[in-house]
Nanobody, 122 residues
Framework: QVQLVESGGGLVQAGDSLVLSCAAS????????LGWFRQGPGKEREFVGA???????YYAASVKGRFSISRDNAKNTVYVQMNSLKAEDTGLYYC????????????????WGQGTQVTVSS
């Protein structure tokens, strides 16, 4: 049974930083790609970024240069460092384990966490 648990969300002001964590059990994250997605109020779920098994990183254009994904293999945890947060970054952030296909598509992921809420006030 694969479980993903996100943490680290909260209420911050524009310009602040946050680090989200995704802790996994039942699957070794270093052997899989892991993606981050978010869903803002009234919006569809969208790709934020991903890290693959070899450490390659992929980011949405809207967060490139501000967000950074990393992985701690010993803790089986993936992080996303979010800097210079904007109001439009507000949303429920999910991590998901990649199955096959494009890293940018939600349909390519088979296991999802419950999400952690990030709210950025302007």
């Amino acid at each position: 049974q694969v479980q993903l648990v996100e943490s680290g969300g909260g209420l911050v002001q524009a310009g602040d930083s946050l680090v989200l964590s995704c802790a996994a059990s039942g699957r070794t994250l270093s052997s899989y790609a892991l993606g981050w997605f978010r869903q803002g109020p009234g919006k569809e779920r969208e790709f934020v970024g991903a890290i693959n098994w070899s450490g390659g990183r992929y980011y949405a254009a809207s967060v490139k240069g501000r967000f950074s994904i990393s992985r701690d293999n010993a803790k089986n945890t993936v992080y996303v460092q979010m800097n210079s947060l904007k109001a439009e970054d507000t949303g429920l952030y999910y991590c998901a384990s990649h199955r096959s296909g494009s890293y940018f598509a939600a349909t390519s992921y088979d296991y999802w966490g419950q999400g952690t809420q990030v709210t950025v006030s302007s």
